[in-house]
């Protein structure tokens, strides 16, 4: 691979494959519950990229088995991860948290958690909940960042800012708990020089982990209604590939790359539809760093060795 992925990252770190199991545990966002507002960040969707199986009239515990015995039936999978993934999964009091986290590590052959959450919902005592966690289970914690820039986050009605990221990160960072990162590229508000410079920003940050995906305009979203109203550009799917290559190469070699692109439903994309499966887009990831003979990093060592006296 020309890229660190997750799936080698686990196999290594684990002896062997390691799966995850999506769960909805009924949260909420402060987004959506008005809190901060009512009608969530603009591209929102959460039937773009939740499976079938993640259903919250289901508990935990159910959920966690379902998934394990899909996922052992169809792929022999051995070891999982429970994944909490649809809106903010510390947006709870922590004994809640703690509950709701502690029935999915129930299943003897769940091996950790992967807790997808905002920057600005979580706190000391939630924090020294997943500390301890973290002693006994891998546990990552997910920050949806989005982007660097506040006049992205303006844009997508976010609901926080940059600054809201970075102390999240100092207040998570040396406590034992993988720190992981959502990335959006292709905002309207941003050319893909200032995407590409969010490489060389999240490099320097104590990330572990990172998920990068193409903007998606999706059925049912603000975001919908205003690419009807004023179209921008997306990208194509050449150059996409482009960007990520150049995105990637200058990366920190160390960073776990767990997504590098998204795939929603067929029958809610609206743009951009590129007409390929997630094979066929992996395999297109791979041909582009080999038609370029590089890698992860290539371009962030460059920078590091240039930058010593």
């Not at 986050?153 to 040396?174: P, V």
């Not at 992981?180 to 920003?201: K, N, Q, R, S, V």
């Not at 209604?225 to 921008?232: K, M, N, W």
């Not at 290539?298 to 930058?307: E, T, V, Y």
Request: proline content about 5%; hydrophobic content about 35%; charged content about 25%.
């Amino acid at each position: 691979m020309r890229y660190n992925s997750f799936g080698a990252y686990v196999k290594k770190r684990f002896g062997t494959s390691v799966h995850k199991v999506n769960v909805d545990a009924g949260f909420t966002c402060p987004n959506r519950d008005g809190t901060l507002g009512y009608s969530g960040c603009i591209y929102c969707n959460n039937d773009s990229f939740r499976p079938e199986s993640c259903k919250p009239t289901l508990t935990v515990r159910e959920q966690v088995k379902n998934g394990i015995g899909y996922l052992g039936k169809r792929y022999k999978a051995e070891k999982f991860i429970v994944y909490f993934q649809p809106f903010t999964n510390t947006y709870a009091p922590v004994e809640e948290l703690e509950r709701l986290y502690i029935e999915a590590l129930k299943e003897p052959s769940v091996i950790g958690l992967a807790i997808g959450t905002r920057p600005d919902c979580i706190d000391k005592e939630k924090i020294d909940l997943l500390e301890s966690l973290a002693s006994r289970y891998f546990i990552l914690l997910e920050y949806g960042l989005q982007s660097i820039y506040d006049k992205s986050l303006q844009f997508i009605n976010r609901g926080h800012d940059y600054s809201s990221f970075l102390r999240a990160l100092e207040m998570t960072k040396g406590r034992g708990i993988e720190i992981g990162a959502h990335i959006i590229a292709g905002f309207p508000t941003e050319t893909i020089g200032e995407t590409l410079l969010m490489a060389d920003e999240i490099s320097g940050l104590p990330i572990n982990f990172l998920k990068i995906h193409q903007l998606q305009i999706i059925k049912q979203t603000l975001l919908a209604g205003i690419y009807a109203e004023r179209p921008f550009h997306v990208f194509g799917y050449e150059e996409y590939l482009g960007f990520l290559v150049d995105f990637v190469e200058r990366l920190s070699p160390d960073i776990v790359l767990q997504r590098l692109f998204a795939t929603a439903p067929d029958d809610i994309l609206i743009a951009p539809k590129w007409d390929r499966n997630r094979h066929e887009i992996l395999r297109d990831i791979e041909q582009a760093f080999i038609r370029r003979d590089t890698c992860q990093g290539k371009r962030f060592m460059l920078a590091l060795q240039h930058s010593q006296p």
